[in-house]
């Protein structure tokens, strides 16, 4: 008589951001020979995610990379990693599929005895979660309405590793001091059988040439076809790129040196379909009282991802330190994003741009590290909510007296999250059978708010039956209106 189906749904679960402090004492680094230190760059990346029952267990690696100078003004470059472990504590379950996002939110390098760098690092978690929804889609010799429900269903999600590579014109190398690497997705589009991925790495080499600190930077573009069963066109597709190594290589000949960048980008893809399925929305029988269960679920899902590029200008101040004569290098630029939300128009983005801008100046080389707060409007039209990822596309700073001018073309990646509600009947329970009516005549006079559907039950009758005797009934029904229902009694 009822007919069930498990219908499939996935949702978003998102766990509250975690934090910890990472330290790390390199061996072999005298602080002595530390005289000043031109910049810290920080980043983090999680290297396993396993979700237990109320938790997220992160494994996770820091990576430092310092430059300085020693006593004779030489400077060197060194890079160094730290492993940590974070437990983050959300509504996972063992079952989910687990993914974590590691930020750098501040970074820092202490000398005394010894060399301590120490960074605060800011971890998200988050899992699509499947579930399978058993509703009721039919009810025989039952008088039912029925509605379509939309539910997001997970069809494909994968990770996958691309390369990149680009070779960097230079004079005569003496030493190679720092690399600053990232990347982000710039599209992602679901096609027959695939996700295509666009997206682009920034690699900035900062280096020793001919004795002279100096930096090139580069703009690597890459497209990934990245197979996908059962994706189809109009699918809801998202992706997420992180750098997973990269490596730098001199070449060349003396004197006319090319470095050569090479990248590994890990690319994390997802595509979600909206399937509508019809579902019984409520019922009754003629013979019997029934007793429905119901179910309210709500369901995030990733609704796609939109790129676009916008310009952040600012100044950073010398504190004192006199003037600056020239831009050596900016070795270090990240955007860290304080905010994301959805508006009338869009999306707004707020965050600060941190650059490091190594110069020469009155007292020789200095440096400094700018902080610029940036506000972005994107427009497009998103889901519930959004999340966003800010990409430093160009920087360039300009020396002025006490101050450095920073101009800067940063991209934002804005993902957006849909939200699908649904109710529906979960089990029915089949009461005792109705007592027999046995008025010849029953009235009833509609309320506010009534539909045909309150008075079929109200009357225990079918409306084909209410509108046969009522032929001057309009619908839809008014408040005050007569109905009248006449029934053939047993003798």
Known sequence: MFKYEKLNASSIVNAPPAERVVEF???GLDAGDVARVLTLAVDGRAVSVEAGEGYAAVSGRANFRLVYQDRDGEAHGVDYNADFDLRVEGGFAPEDSVTAEVCIIEADVRTGEGVVLSA???????????????????AEKCYKTVEDVTLPVLVAAKTVSTSVEEDMDAGDIDSVLLSDVQTVVTSAVAGEGKITVEGRVRAAVTFVENGEMTERESVIPFVEEVAADGVQDGDLATASASVRNSRIVLQGVP??????????????????????????????????EVELSREARKFLYPAGVKYSSESVSGTASLEGRGGAERIIALPYARCHVAKAEVTDTGALVEGVLVADVIYRGEDGIGSV?????????????????????????KIKAKAGRGELHIEAEVGVLVSSVGCCE??????????????RNDSALSLYIVAE?????DVCKALTATPDDIMAQNPSLTLPLSPGDRVVYFRTLAG
């Open 449 to 453: 708010g009534d539909e045909m559907w």
């Open 255 to 288: 004197g006319a040196n090319v470095i050569r960048f090479e990248g590994d980008v890990a690319l994390r893809v997802q595509a979600v379909r909206l399937e509508k399925r019809e579902i019984v929305a409520d019922m009754f029988m003629l013979t019997n």
């Open 369 to 393: 590290r700018a902080e610029v707060p940036y506000s972005l409007d994107v427009e497009g039209k998103f889901g519930a909510d959004v999340s966003a990822v800010c990409f430093v596309e």
């Open 422 to 435: 649904a109710e529906y009947v979960s089990s029915v329970t089949v009461g005792e059978e109705k007592e």
């Open 120 to 138: 605060l690092v800011g971890v998200k978690a988050q899992a699509v979660r499947r579930t399978e929804e058993e509703c009721l889609t039919d």
């Open 25 to 27: 004492s390199p061996s």
